[in-house]
């Protein structure tokens, strides 16, 4: 009798190879603990910007609608057009960045997404609406065309 043994290691794709649908990974070029906390271990600046770019991009990316998912962690539905869950550093309870945990943000269908993989330091995008929104606010945390 022959067995396939499925391995969830750090080396595995999030995405099959032959996904129907388009995707694109970015790789995380900043620390993401330095970026997002100072030395007084308050949300940076930077940071801050960041993210008010990341949710006008998710409200463009899933409308009124979409999953929170953590690795393990509490998953919720929320509206972008709301106020975020947010934990007591006051970064939001599922963060954009892939912070030790898998993170994901799906729409309804899962045709649109973003995917954070926090060993390879990546974000993938999912659904070619959501790739042209990605590339059009050009996150200065994200390498592009590499």
């Known amino acids: 009798m022959s067995q396939t043994l499925l391995s969830s290691g750090m080396n595995n794709e999030i995405i099959p190879k032959k996904a129907s649908t388009p995707y694109r990974e970015y790789?995380?070029?900043?620390?993401?603990?330095?970026?997002t906390f100072n030395e007084n271990e308050n949300l940076t600046p930077t940071y801050t910007a960041a993210e008010k770019q990341v949710r006008e991009a998710f409200k463009e990316?899933?409308?009124?609608?979409?999953?929170?998912?953590?690795?393990?962690?509490?998953?919720?539905?929320?509206d972008p057009n709301e106020a975020y869950l947010q934990n007591e550093f006051g970064e939001w309870l599922v963060p954009?960045?892939?912070?030790?945990?898998?993170?994901?943000?799906?729409?309804?269908?899962?045709?649109?997404?973003?995917?954070?993989?926090?060993w390879r330091r990546t974000i993938t995008i999912i659904g070619a609406r959501a790739i042209k929104i990605v590339e059009e606010k050009r996150f200065d945390f994200l390498?592009?065309?590499?």
């Open 96 to 118: 954009f960045f892939p912070d030790g945990d898998y993170h994901f943000f799906l729409d309804k269908s899962m045709q649109a997404g973003w995917l954070g993989h926090p």
């Open 61 to 78: 990316i899933f409308g009124d609608f979409a999953y929170a998912l953590d690795w393990q962690h509490t998953c919720y539905e929320f």
């Open 27 to 35: 790789r995380v070029k900043v620390n993401m603990l330095a970026y």
């Open 143 to 146: 390498e592009y065309g590499v």
